[in-house]
T-cell receptor, first 109, second 114 residues
Framework: GQNIDQPTEMTATEGAIVQINCTYQ??????LFWYQQHAGEAPTFLSY????GLEEKGRFSSFLSRSKGYSYLLLKELQMKDSASYLC??????????FGRGTSLIVHP | DVKVTQSSRYLVKRTGEKVFLECVQD?????MFWYRQDPGLGLRLIYF???????EKGDIPEGYSVSREKKERFSLILESASTNQTSMYLC?????????????FGPGTRLLVL
């Protein structure tokens, strides 16, 4: 089976930096995805990591440590529009990703 | 741009009714998925399909069935709707290419079973 854990809710201030963690235990590993989901909308792809290290994409970066079963999503220069749920999804032994329960991020002025 | 559409955004049905949720994608993707999303539980996989006429059970298939007669269309069927099937249903598709290929999600159908 697979177990994916991420915080339920986080709050941060506009302009700040926030780090959303995801830990996982899976049988096999074939990559980790991060998705953003605004309320009432579909999840949209943010990042994919399969090798250890940091992947940077504009204000968003994603880090992976396979030996620790750990990833984080880093959001810089937070904007109000970044208020959303952030979903961590891990592909284990099959190509089907398993999703964590999501982290609801609230950005306040 | 990939487009995944779902037949309804909101649906209200009565207990015992047969319910059809339709999903269509326009990018010739081989793989299609049905999830339900509930507060505190996240996205849970109901069924997926590798290709036309193929289907596999996900983590919570009980009470559901699926149909994939054409590559672009993946239908979720609730044989006899129950109140515990009230949920947000999300369809997704994916190209069966490189491992980093993402899933593309539809806008979701919010189903209320009374």
């Amino acid at each position: 089976g697979q177990n994916i854990d991420q915080p339920t809710e986080m709050t941060a201030t506009e302009g700040a930096i926030v780090q959303i963690n995801c830990t996982y235990q899976t049988s096999g590993f074939n990559g980790l995805f991060w998705y953003q989901q605004h309320a009432g909308e579909a999840p949209t792809f943010l990042s994919y990591n399969v090798l250890d290290g940091l992947e940077e994409k504009g204000r968003f970066s994603s880090f992976l440590s396979r030996s620790k079963g750990y990833s984080y999503l880093l959001l810089k220069e937070l904007q109000m529009k970044d208020s959303a749920s952030y979903l961590c999804a891990v592909r284990g032994g099959s190509y089907i990703p398993t999703f964590g329960r999501g982290t609801s991020l609230i950005v306040h002025p | 741009d990939v487009k995944v559409t779902q037949s309804s955004r909101y649906l209200v049905k009565r207990t015992g009714e047969k319910v059809f949720l339709e999903c269509v994608q326009d990018m010739d993707h081989e793989n299609m998925f049905w999830y339900r999303q509930d507060p505190g539980l996240g996205l849970r996989l109901i069924y997926f399909s590798y290709d036309v006429k193929m289907k596999e059970k996900g983590d919570i298939p009980e009470g559901y069935s699926v149909s994939r007669e054409k590559k672009e269309r993946f239908s979720l069927i609730l044989e006899s709707a129950s109140t515990n099937q009230t949920s947000m249903y999300l369809c997704a598709s994916r190209w069966n290419g490189t491992p980093q290929e993402t899933q593309y999600f539809g806008p979701g159908t919010r189903l209320l079973v009374l």
